[in-house]
T-cell receptor, first 114, second 113 residues
Framework: KNQVEQSPQSLIILEGKNCTLQCNYTVSPFSNLRWYKQDTGRGPVSLTI?????NTKSNGRYTATLDADTKQSSLHITASQLSDSASYIC?????????????FGTGTRLKVLA | DTGVSQDPRHKITKRGQNVTFRCDPI?????LYWYRQTLGQGPEFLTY????????KSRLLSDRFSAERPKGSFSTLEIQRTEQGDSAMYLCASSGLTGGTQYFGPGTRLTVL
């Protein structure tokens, strides 16, 4: 069964600190992996996308890594800000024609404190 | 704003009533998706349109749910005879024909009393 698991479920850090969120998946064959940020009560917003051949992708203070061999990805947030408080969702697309299907993780809820 | 829009943002209804939600995708996007998200969970796929054709429906979409995209532009999701278990955030997303990144709307929060 295609699954996406994220850890930790929730995380509290102080403003300015770094943190790393984890994503493990069993989706196979694999097309690409995305990280989305979802503010409370809002729709998810895409942060990064990586295909199986990419190891890392950055978007400002967000850096995603991918190890397709171990089926693991991480999202590293540098110098956290209060506005980083949100849920971060790992999304994996299986390899199918059209690659439209998204398989969502349950997310990591991050809280950044002043 | 040329992003995905959804209306209404919030809906409170009594059990047994019918509700209809609307989604306006990004104008050049051919694909439109509906998801349901409950608290603390990731979105769950409900259904998907390519232009006006509904190409896939999840088994989550019971016969009380119906979605349409009559002209290949906006879409509606109707829930008949609502139940308390239907309370959730209903998200709409759109993407281009090549199945690229899905862009999500702000969602419609449904509360069934």
């Amino acid at each position: 069964k295609n699954q996406v698991e994220q850890s930790p479920q929730s995380l509290i850090i102080l403003e300015g600190k770094n943190c790393t969120l984890q994503c493990n998946y069993t989706v196979s064959p694999f097309s690409n992996l995305r990280w989305y940020k979802q503010d409370t009560g809002r729709g998810p917003v895409s942060l990064t996308i990586m295909t199986f051949s990419e190891n890392t992708k950055s978007n400002g203070r967000y850096t995603a890594t991918l190890d397709a061999d171990t089926k693991q990805s991480s999202l590293h947030i540098t110098a956290s800000q209060l506005s980083d408080s949100a849920s971060y969702i790992c999304v994996v697309s299986p390899y199918t024609s059209g690659t439209y299907k998204y398989i969502f993780g349950t997310g990591t809820r991050l809280k950044v404190l002043a | 704003d040329t992003g995905v829009s959804q209306d209404p943002r919030h809906k409170i209804t009594k059990r047994g009533q019918n509700v209809t939600f609307r989604c306006d995708p990004i104008s050049e996007h051919n694909r439109l998706y509906w998801y349901r998200q409950t608290l603390g969970q990731g979105p769950e796929f409900l259904t998907y349109f390519q232009n006006e054709a509904q190409l896939e429906k999840s088994r989550l979409l019971s016969d009380r749910f119906s979605a349409e995209r009559p002209k290949g532009s906006f879409s509606t999701l109707e829930i008949q005879r609502t139940e308390q278990g239907d309370s959730a955030m209903y998200l709409c997303a759109s993407s281009g024909l090549t199945g690229g990144t899905q862009y999500f709307g702000p969602g419609t929060r449904l509360t069934v009393l």
